[in-house]
């Protein structure tokens, strides 16, 4: 069974920044592109950062310079650097793979606070 556990969220004033962890039970992360994912209040959910399975990485323009993705295969462990965080950025962020078979799955997320 594939579990996705997401944390690392909190309170943090503008400016600041987070590193969020997305850890797996039930999936091997090298094998798959993975992505975060968030979603505001009153908001589609959307995805903000991927990374393939060989490592490329891109990246919604909204955050592009101030988020970094990366994974560490040896710990089947996604993350999610967020610097220079913005009010808007506030979200319930999630972790998932993009496609493929486990692509429907989803963690409980973390919630990210950002205050002005």
């Known amino acids: 069974q594939v579990q996705l556990a997401e944390s690392g969220g909190g309170l943090v004033q503008a400016g600041g920044s987070l590193r969020l962890s997305c850890a797996a039970s039930?999936?091997?992360?090298?094998?798959?592109?993975m992505g975060w994912y968030r979603q505001a209040p009153g908001k589609q959910r959307e995805l903000v950062a991927r990374?393939?399975?060989?490592?490329?990485?891109n990246y919604a323009d909204s955050v592009q310079g101030r988020f970094t993705i990366s994974k560490d295969n040896a710990k089947n462990t996604v993350y999610l650097q967020m610097n220079s965080l913005k009010p808007e950025d506030t979200a319930v962020y999630y972790c998932?793979?993009?496609?493929?078979?486990?692509?429907?799955?989803w963690g409980q997320g973390t919630q990210v606070t950002v205050s002005s």
């Open positions: 039930g999936i091997i992360f090298r094998f798959y592109a």
């Open positions: 990374i393939s399975a060989p490592g490329s990485t």
């Open positions: 998932k793979p993009v496609n493929g078979q486990y692509r429907d799955y």
